[in-house]
C-alpha cells in the first residue's frame, strides 16, 4: 500500500491550502486516516483524523477550527483543507493509515501502520 500526499506549496500567512492523499489500492485495511507534520528540528505531531468507516473527525488543539478533514471513500482518498494559515504551521505533512486505533491514543503516530511521503506547506509572514 502507497500513500502519496499532495497540495503543499508555499503560501502567505492567512491563505489556504488542500492537501490530498490518495490510497494505492482500497482494499488495505484502514479504520482511521490521520494528518500529521513535522517542522525543522521538531518531532512529528499530529493535526487531525478521520475514521474511514463513519466519518468522526479529531483535531490537535492548535488547529482551533482553521483545518478541516474529509474524505472521498470512492476516490480513497483523505483531505486536510487548511485555512487562517500562519508561518508556525510551516512543516512537512504527512498521511497515515492505522488499521486498528486505540482511539484514547489516536494523536500518538505510533498507531499508524501506513504512511505517506510528506508534503512541504510553507507559510510565509
Known amino acids: 500500500v502507497q500513500l502519496q500526499a499532495s497540495g503543499g506549496g508555499l503560501v502567505q500567512a492567512g491563505g489556504s491550502l488542500r492537501l490530498s492523499c490518495a490510497a494505492s489500492t482500497a482494499t488495505f485495511s484502514r479504520r482511521y486516516m490521520g494528518w500529521f507534520r513535522q517542522g525543522s528540528g521538531q518531532e512529528r505531531e499530529f493535526v487531525a483524523a478521520?475514521?474511514?468507516?463513519?466519518?468522526?473527525?479529531y483535531y490537535a488543539d492548535f488547529v482551533e477550527g482553521r483545518f478541516t478533514v474529509s474524505k472521498d471513500n470512492a476516490k480513497n482518498t483523505v483531505y486536510l483543507q487548511m485555512s487562517s494559515l500562519k508561518p508556525e504551521d510551516t512543516a512537512v505533512y504527512y498521511c497515515?493509515?492505522?488499521?486498528?486505533?486505540?482511539?484514547?491514543?489516536?494523536?500518538?503516530?505510533?498507531?499508524?501502520?501506513?504512511w505517506g511521503q510528506g508534503t512541504q506547506v510553507t507559510v510565509s509572514s
Open positions: 497515515a493509515g492505522a488499521s486498528n486505533v486505540i482511539l484514547s491514543a489516536i494523536r500518538d503516530p505510533r498507531q499508524y501502520n501506513y
Open positions: 478521520i475514521r474511514w468507516n463513519g466519518g468522526n473527525t
